[in-house]
């Protein structure tokens, strides 16, 4: 192709067009590329530097959706053979936590606030304030105690009281006089009976 025939404007829409009408690739226009008139060249980078950039930005897209495909294809076959092997995703979970909690208890952080818990429970503030708290406990404990039998003890009283004979007796009018001489479930059948009031049952 003659250079002085051809068009050099990039953006033309005659570009490449001369006097050979061959079909390459050069001739398409590539959206987004670097060198159009929106997104003109930075400056010191020519077309050529322009177009390697490009060609390896391909390259490298090409081979980032190839790895992305690999992947996949390993993730599912990684999946597949978790289910053969009976491994849930439950399971994995628990084994994970179960990993990650070793690893804080072997961590520094963890060890130094373990050792810093010890030291604190082997000081004298602390051994005070548990013998304090101890005998508080045992203080309330005495306490609930004689509140229980306190309580105990009036319950008895009032059950012993006048008043609550006469409770106790007007209740047991009530009863007769709801129940009738039959008091003592003579007359009424109770499921625990052993003779049946029936002569022939129905079942």
Not at 13 to 23: A, H, I, Q, R, S
Not at 167 to 195: I, W
Request: proline letters at 6%; a negative charge.
């Amino acid at each position: 192709m003659d250079p002085a025939s051809q068009d050099i404007n990039l953006n033309s829409p005659n570009k490449g067009l001369g006097v050979d009408n061959t079909d390459s690739l050069a001739d398409v226009p590539v959206a987004g590329a670097v060198g159009n008139a929106t997104n003109p060249l930075p400056p010191g980078l020519t077309e050529e530097e322009a177009e390697e950039l490009r060609t390896e930005l391909s390259k490298v897209e090409e081979e980032i959706n190839t790895l992305r495909q690999v992947l996949s294809a390993k993730e599912r076959h990684a999946t597949e053979l978790k289910r053969k092997l009976g491994l849930s995703p439950l399971i994995e979970l628990r084994q994970n936590l179960t990993k990650s909690w070793q690893d804080v208890q072997t961590s520094n952080a963890y060890l130094s606030a373990s050792a810093t818990l010890e030291d604190i429970t082997r000081s004298e503030a602390y051994k005070k304030t548990q013998e304090t708290l101890s005998q508080a406990g045992q203080k309330t404990s005495a306490a609930l105690n004689t509140v229980g039998t306190a309580i105990s003890r009036r319950l008895g009283d009032m059950r012993n009281s006048p008043t609550f004979k006469s409770f106790e007796d007007k209740m047991g009018n009530l009863k007769y006089k709801v129940v009738g001489p039959r008091g003592n479930g003579d007359a009424v059948s109770s499921p625990t009976d052993t003779t049946p009031t029936q002569e022939n049952p129905p079942f």
